[in-house]
């Protein structure tokens, strides 16, 4: 009878796989996960193939398989560490079973050891220990068109990396961006910044200080006034925005106060939560040059000019007299006509000296009387 038993183990056939089998398995890893492979020839259709544990938690594979390919899919955490098994079955078929530690398959059982910590079992000609944990992903499996599509099945590795703790919220990142190199006393001018990291739809007071701000030398312009903008400023007096992002891009309208020095000013910006002003950033400064205060435009006075004495005179019946005129003396040639004159382009009114204006013209008359008369004359003396 033991003769016989022996016989008839004997003569059982030895695992010789032409087409899907179990080729690989991990159960000590941080997931669960088994591998089938296709040692056939052809693409095989597994959509009735299913994979189940000593317990029944079972997974179906529901896809066409390339020839001469594996396909790896998660196992959830089902697999026992102590012992379990992993049945393969075609419909109501059973096609392949692996068993190791405490359990055993039913039928056509192969049993293996637990495999070790941070190992896996792989199957070449027969089931052993590896650290070698790599397994191929779903492309080598696709699915039928006429079915919806699969969500792609994670990709596993002999040393699965954990998952990094989340980092941090970065501290919110302030700077000036922009600021004109020079402005006056009372000048406004724009001052550009940029702030990151920052929570969307949250208030954040802004405020510029000039960096000794002994004298509160700066002043921001909110809702149409002028407000001061020095390092121990309350908050409440100054700008706030928020942003519907992580980032805001904004500007502030600010002067030196115009009752302070002029100088180099070095500016900084500081940014603090509206909800909490304890929470403050404060960016690097920016330099700008400001210059005096520039003079209200006065007239300038102006000397009053005293007309020039001008050489009395009796004026002539003809002549109308200009107080205002000078006196520019002429040569009796030039009143003979025996002399030009040369007329500057725009000739100030001349008077005419006392003995042209006033003895010659009544010498001509006089001459011209005598001519007049004098012939008559002569005829009476001829007579």
């Known amino acids: 009878m033991v003769l016989l038993t022996i016989l008839l183990f004997s ?58 390919k594996s396909y790896s899919f998660s196992f959830s955490k089902y697999l026992n560490k102590d012992g379990d098994f992993i049945l393969l079955k075609n419909g109501s078929d059973i096609i392949d079973c692996v068993s190791y530690g405490n359990q055993n398959c039913s039928i056509n059982d192969i049993h293996t050891p637990a495999p070790l910590v941070d190992h896996c079992f792989s199957f070449a000609t027969s089931w052993e220990n590896t650290i070698d944990c790599s397994c191929s992903g779903a492309t080598n499996c696709q699915t039928p068109t006429s079915l919806p599509t699969l969500s792609p099945i994670p990709t596993f590795t002999s040393t699965p990396s954990l998952t990094p703790s989340p980092t941090p919220n970065a501290s919110p990142n302030i700077a000036i961006t922009f600021l004109p190199a020079s402005a006056a006393l009372g000048q406004s001018f724009g001052l550009n910044f940029s702030l990151n ?19 509160k030398s700066l002043e921001v312009l909110v809702n149409g006034s002028w407000q001061a903008s020095y390092k121990s400023a309350s908050w409440d007096s100054l700008p706030k925005f928020s942003s519907d992002s992580s980032s805001l891009n904004q500007s502030l309208e600010i002067r030196a106060n115009p009752d302070k020095s002029s100088g ?5 910006l500081k940014v603090a939560l509206v909800s909490d002003t304890n929470q403050s950033y404060l960016s690097s400064s920016k330099t700008i040059s400001i210059s005096p205060l520039s003079p209200s435009a006065t007239p300038t006075p102006t000397s009053s000019l005293s007309p020039s004495p001008s050489i009395p005179f009796s004026p002539s019946p003809s002549s109308s007299p200009t107080a205002t ?6 040569s009796d040639s030039a009143v003979l006509g025996l002399q030009d004159i040369s007329a500057s382009p725009t000739p100030s009114p001349s008077k005419k000296p006392f003995f042209v204006s006033n003895f010659l013209p009544k010498l001509f008359i006089g001459l011209g009387v005598l001519f007049l008369l004098l012939p008559p004359l002569l005829a009476k003396l001829k007579k």
């Open 11 to 68: 003569l059982s056939p030895l695992p010789v796989f032409a087409g899907i089998h179990l080729c690989k398995f991990s159960s000590q890893t941080t997931t669960d996960w088994v591998q089938v492979c296709n040692d056939s020839d052809q693409i095989q259709d597994l959509s009735t193939y299913i994979v189940e544990d000593a317990i029944g938690n079972s997974t179906n594979l529901d896809c066409f398989l390339s020839s001469q």
């Open 197 to 215: 990291n920052i929570k969307p739809q949250t208030e954040y007071y802004f405020k510029a200080y000039e960096d000794s701000d002994t004298d």
């Open 264 to 268: 180099d000013y070095q500016i900084y």
């Open 325 to 330: 005129e000078t006196e520019v003396p002429v």
